[in-house]
């Protein structure tokens, strides 16, 4: 199974500032990878899919980008409602994997 | 609108079994995959398996291979997860999810089942 690594593992960042969340994928999953936001007490939410598209809804200062094992996803302009933890997932092989997790502090 | 409708929380004994259902209303049900994805307290996601309505058809992950069973009712448009030898760490909330506008990717989620695994 594609293992997906995640870093950091946590993030503390002021409103304001730009956030950058690493995903990298143990084989290549060409730019077959979403992201999603969870918040605490909610199910995750579907952001970004096949690397950059940004899913209904979702705001512009959230981007992704990447290819093969190496992806990002980039938050500008940080706001107080981003912290939450993001969670990067494959859709290249089954089964469907998703990497641990990056956590989002507002300071 | 389409939504995913879950069944309300469980506790469960240590080898017993649990099924967990998802209703799918204002939609076409048997267009959608339903894929379960579980969630250990304060751990991550972890996909279980889905299934394809239409042709009834289910795959899952080995890791649950033989522990879990998905199924669905077209005719109630509702979707079933059932796992069986429940241990301690099968305790988590389980969510449905689905790809409604997006393809492949889970734009749709259920607000989850807290299925607890206890003596």
């Known amino acids: 199974e594609i293992v997906l690594t995640q870093s950091p593992a946590t993030l503390s960042l002021s409103p304001g500032e730009r956030a950058t969340l690493s995903c990298r994928a143990s084989q290549s999953i060409i730019s077959y990878l979403a992201w999603y936001q969870q918040k605490p007490g909610q199910a995750p939410r579907l952001l970004l899919y096949d690397t950059s598209n940004r899913a209904t809804g979702i705001p512009a200062r959230f981007s992704g980008s990447g290819s093969g094992t190496d992806f990002t996803l980039t938050i500008t302009s940080l706001e107080p409602e981003d912290a939450a933890v993001y969670y990067c997932q494959q859709r290249a092989n089954w089964p469907r994997t998703f990497g641990q997790g990056t956590k989002l502090e507002m300071k | 609108q389409v939504q995913l409708v879950q069944s309300g929380a469980e506790v469960k004994k240590p080898g017993s079994s649990v099924k967990v259902s998802c209703k799918a209303s204002?939609?076409?049900?048997?267009?959608?995959?339903i894929s379960w994805v579980r969630q250990a307290p304060g751990q991550g996601l972890e996909w279980m398996g889905r299934i394809i309505p239409i042709l009834g058809i289910a795959n899952y992950a080995q890791k649950f291979q033989g522990r879990v069973t998905i199924t669905a009712d077209k005719s109630t448009s509702t979707a079933y997860m059932e796992l069986s030898s429940l241990r301690s760490e099968d305790t988590a909330v389980y969510y449905c999810a689905s790809s409604v506008t997006v393809n492949w990717y889970f734009d749709l989620w259920g607000r989850g089942t807290l299925v607890t695994v206890s003596s």
């Open positions: 204002g939609g076409t049900f048997s267009s959608y995959t």
